[in-house]
């Protein structure tokens, strides 16, 4: 049944993720953030103040409630796996942030636990959701390059991340790469091999954690698509994000988002323009309003949503496979 009212979502976390959730829930008309759960209600209370939303330290107390129609999981990744089974439990719909846990074993579990559950789970892949990446996308499907030959994925973050953040972060693959991965499923969705080298060029900061700072990603299609990811922590000119699909008839691309478009020419020098955005709040805000949209008409009409569990499932045996392949020197099959 078609649900034509307001819908009422909760929110666990507060922190950085919580509250784009949190604005885009506010600018949506379609939608009511009802209540935010975090033990560090302070927080929660300071974003709670410019929607009305009720605040609990404790998640059980928002899922005691029958007044929701869905729940939002941005909370910490070793609580994801928890609140999905209580949620599922109580009936209610998810969009859970990636990964769903940093342990295949525990996704497994989960996975097994809930079946196939009545109400839609949605993972938290937003980029599928870019309007330039959606384009090419289906752009794609309707053969307008033939069929695709080869997927090249860059994605470098401006500045790498704090260390403490690192530290508990699952590695470059379950961290940064993952979000890559699922995109290289948005297109190729049936991949067969992984081959990945991975090295510190820049600092040794992270080789106390048997971590990265660069990435290279090579995989397989099962019908012999090629998919390059190309990942650093580090990038002097900004947040860089782009996406090319090659095949016989032709290549269709996605460069970086400037604020404007406004180019200098001087004596001295062309086409000068603003830098790239800075930071992945700012690159994709318009991705993160779509799939909460998307969230939303799957909670209507009662229909499974992309990216899926299951989608979050293999973006996790990508990543474990790309870590693999680095510690092996070997291609490994999927």
């Not at 941005?74 to 209580?86: A, R």
């Not at 559950?117 to 390059?145: H, T, W």
């Not at 994925?153 to 979000?179: L, Q």
């Not at 990942?231 to 000119?237: D, Q, T």
């Amino acid at each position: 049944m078609t649900i034509n009212r307001p819908l009422r979502l909760a929110l666990f976390g507060s922190g950085r993720i919580g509250q784009v959730h949190a604005a885009n829930i506010a600018a949506n008309p379609g939608l009511e953030l009802a209540v935010i759960a975090d033990p560090f209600v302070d927080g929660a209370r300071k974003l709670a103040e410019t929607n009305g939303a009720d605040v609990v330290s404790d998640p059980s107390e928002v899922l005691a409630r029958d007044d929701l129609d869905g729940v939002i999981i941005g909370s910490p990744t070793s609580t994801h796996v928890d609140l999905i089974n209580k949620s599922v439990d109580r009936g209610l719909a998810v969009l859970c942030e990636k990964p769903i846990d940093l342990d295949i074993d525990v996704v497994t579990q989960c996975r097994e636990r809930i079946g196939t559950p009545k109400s839609p789970i949605m993972l938290g892949f937003n980029r599928r959701f870019d309007p330039s990446f959606a384009a090419i996308n289906r752009r794609v499907a309707e053969g307008e390059i033939g069929k695709l030959e080869q997927l090249t994925i860059i994605s470098r973050d401006p500045a790498p991340a704090p260390r403490d953040y690192i530290a508990g972060s699952g590695g470059i693959f379950r961290d940064m790469t993952i979000h890559d991965l699922d995109m290289a499923r948005f297109f190729v969705p049936d991949i067969v091999e992984v081959s990945a080298t991975a090295t510190n060029v820049f600092t040794d900061e992270y080789m106390e954690f048997d971590d990265y700072d660069s990435a290279v990603v090579t995989l397989k299609g099962r019908d012999g698509e090629l998919i390059t990811i190309t990942n650093s922590r580090h990038c002097a000119y900004g947040y860089d994000q782009r996406l090319e699909a090659f095949g016989p008839d032709g290549m269709l691309s996605a460069t970086n988002m400037l604020p404007t478009t406004v180019k200098k020419y001087t004596r001295t020098e062309t086409e000068q323009s603003d830098p790239y955005m800075n930071f992945f709040l700012e690159r994709y805000v318009e991705a993160y309003a779509a799939e909460l949209e998307a969230f939303a008409q799957s909670i209507r009409t009662g229909e499974q949503s992309s990216p899926t569990f299951d989608d979050g499932v293999m973006a996790l045996v990508l990543a474990n496979a790309a870590e693999e392949s680095v510690k092996t020197g070997s291609a490994v099959q999927v």
